[in-house]
């Protein structure tokens, strides 16, 4: 059962960018009770420590071997099976486009803010010096992509403004990585990517729009779980 109290701190607390985009929707309504949903029903798994491994496999060269020897030492079986999903097709497809490079700005995250004292997280699961030039990398790990053409906007202009902006990211850009199923799969995985400058960035009228109706959701889903709570 949700805690009044810890509910709405985690409401306005954003996650990482890549989650906060996706409960971003056209309608207010329908972006609080995304937001009510996700506290309402937090992931039971993070993926953290596949994500870990893939940053190994760039970074750090580890052969495939290696790469699936670090996942049997996952002890939640779920995860493992998850992490078995994503590294079958991800790990030729890194090898085949040739992912690899220093790691740089180890651990970064820079803060995007949306609202009064609300900053949304901007974490790359690594950022490599690919041959001098710079580059942040994203990787998802969800069973869906599910973001739609104005999220993948959203993402854009907030990985542009809060890294590619940077003095060091000047002329560089950002890979964003998908292991989604295959359509009517529920095991079968394939990798979608596309890079941040894919997409138009939002005009300074839609950020305004954004912001607002992210700031009237938040208070109508914290209604909602003080309904919910009968608080």
């Known amino acids: 059962m949700m805690e009044p109290i810890k509910s709405i701190k985690k409401l306005r607390k954003p996650p990482a960018v890549q989650n906060w985009v996706r409960h971003m929707q056209r309608r207010t309504d329908d972006t609080a009770l995304a937001l009510f949903n996700f506290v309402k029903n937090a992931p039971r798994h993070s993926l953290s420590k596949i994500y870990s491994i893939i940053k190994q496999v760039v970074v750090d060269g580890i052969s495939d071997e290696q790469a699936y020897k670090c996942l049997a030492k996952i002890e939640n079986p779920?995860?493992?099976?998850?992490?078995?999903?994503?590294?079958?097709?991800?790990?030729?497809?890194?090898?085949a486009r040739g992912w690899q490079g220093i790691e740089i700005f180890k651990d970064m995250a820079e803060f995007y803010p949306v609202g009064a004292n609300v900053n949304v997280p901007v974490r790359p699961t690594f950022v490599i010096n690919d041959d001098g030039q710079l580059v942040p990398y994203f990787v998802i790990g969800w069973t869906e992509?599910?973001?739609?053409?104005y999220q993948k906007r959203i993402f854009s202009t907030i990985v542009t403004?809060?890294?590619l902006s940077l003095e060091e990211f000047i002329g560089s850009d950002a890979v964003i990585v998908c292991v989604p199923r295959y359509k009517f799969s529920k095991t079968e995985r394939e990798v979608v990517s596309w890079k941040a400058s894919s997409y138009e960035l939002l005009s300074i009228d839609e950020k305004a729009d954004l912001f607002d109706r992210y700031g009237n959701a938040l208070n109508q889903a914290e209604q909602m779980i003080l309904n919910e709570l009968g608080a």
């Not at 099976?81 to 497809?93: A, C, R, S, V």
């Not at 992509?145 to 053409?149: N, Q, R, T, V």
Request: aromatic share 8%; charged share 25%; glycine share 8%.
């Open 78 to 95: 779920r995860v493992q099976e998850y992490g078995d999903q994503i590294l079958k097709p991800l790990l030729p497809y890194i090898r």
């Open 145 to 149: 992509i599910g973001l739609s053409l």
């Open 161 to 163: 403004e809060t890294i």
